[in-house]
């Protein structure tokens, strides 16, 4: 299923299908590593929500609720969903979990 980060409760995780936003906001967050593909663990939130802590890519990020609805990610729940999403292209990324885009010798 896929939701905005910011959906997210402290302890889940998911895996970035897509960053959407302001030029300049989606930049810095394709900068900080909030790429797609890349899994994403929500570690905890300020008692009034704001900021976020994810642990992204081995390191601790914090970022605004306003920048955390601008990314999407692929929250696993049902296995079979996230192979079909993934094969279907909503996530060409190394260690996603489809081996549909691999190249077929012929």
Same mark, same amino acid.
């Not at 889940?12 to 967050?29: H, M």
């Not at 900068?31 to 994810?54: N, S």
């Not at 999407?72 to 909503?90: K, N, Q």
């Given at each position: 299923?896929?939701?905005?980060?910011?959906?997210?409760? $402290?302890?889940?995780?998911?895996?970035?299908?897509?960053?959407?936003?302001?030029?300049?906001?989606?930049?810095?967050?394709? /900068?900080?590593?909030?790429?797609?593909?890349? &899994?994403?663990?929500?570690?905890?939130?300020?008692?009034?929500? /704001?900021?976020?802590?994810? @642990?992204?890519?081995?390191? *601790?990020?914090?970022? %605004?609720?306003? &920048?955390? +609805?601008?990314?999407?990610? @692929?929250?696993? =729940?049902?296995?079979? &969903?996230?192979?079909?999403?993934?094969?279907? =292209?909503? =996530? +060409?990324? $190394? =260690?996603?979990?489809?081996?549909? *885009?691999?190249? %077929? %010798? @012929?």
């Amino acid at each position: 299923m896929q939701k905005k980060l910011s959906e997210l409760k $402290p302890g889940e995780k998911g895996i970035v299908t897509r960053v959407e936003g302001p030029s300049a906001v989606r930049k810095r967050l394709l /900068d900080m590593g909030l790429v797609k593909g890349t &899994e994403v663990v929500v570690i905890r939130r300020a008692p009034l929500g /704001d900021p976020i802590e994810l @642990l992204v890519k081995g390191y *601790n990020l914090s970022i %605004r609720k306003a &920048e955390s +609805d601008y990314v999407y990610v @692929l929250v696993p =729940g049902d296995p079979e &969903e996230l192979t079909s999403s993934f094969a279907s =292209g909503a =996530g +060409d990324a $190394p =260690g996603s979990y489809s081996t549909g *885009n691999v190249p %077929r %010798r @012929l």
